[in-house]
């Protein structure tokens, strides 16, 4: 798989962010089943800045390894802003990381419903113990929808490593 060349400018910028702070980020991964932790790794010198990650596709895995409330998943499901804050959180404190972002939603081409219909990714960041969550809905086929939600997540990840000089 190869990204554009549009996320791999925002997968730089993004490593140059957290090399300037001494900053380490994560990810934990459901739907993307480690594309976004294999293409932050596609760029050279990663080891510098990227900890390591989870994917953790059962809830199982997200309670034990990224500490996810199983009230949280039986109220809100997988695919939601409580679950994928609490995934990015767990990210941090599972590696070390000051930075990490989480992704869980409905690939396709089966499994949507009329509240998460195929193509719905939840995006969550945590910097520094703050965390927020951004709901897309993206267009495509499975492998469509998981680069589409790696790329945008990264550009939420960036977003909030950059607002951290500003709060």
Known sequence: MSMPASFQQTAQRLAAC???????CAVAESCTGGLAGASLTDLPGASLWFAGGVISYSNDVKRRLLNVRADSLRQDGA???PVVRQMAAGACQATGA????????????DGGTPDKPVGTVWIGVAVNGATDAFCHR?????????EQAVAAAIAHLLDAVQAQDAA
Do not use: C, K, M, T
Request: hydrophobic letters at 45%; a negative charge; glycine letters at 12%.
């Open 79 to 81: 695919v939601s802003e």
């Open 18 to 24: 957290l090399l300037e702070r001494g900053w380490l």
């Open 138 to 146: 993206f267009e495509g086929d499975r492998q469509a929808v998981r």
């Open 98 to 109: 000051q930075a990490a972002v989480s992704l869980s939603g409905v690939a396709g081409p």
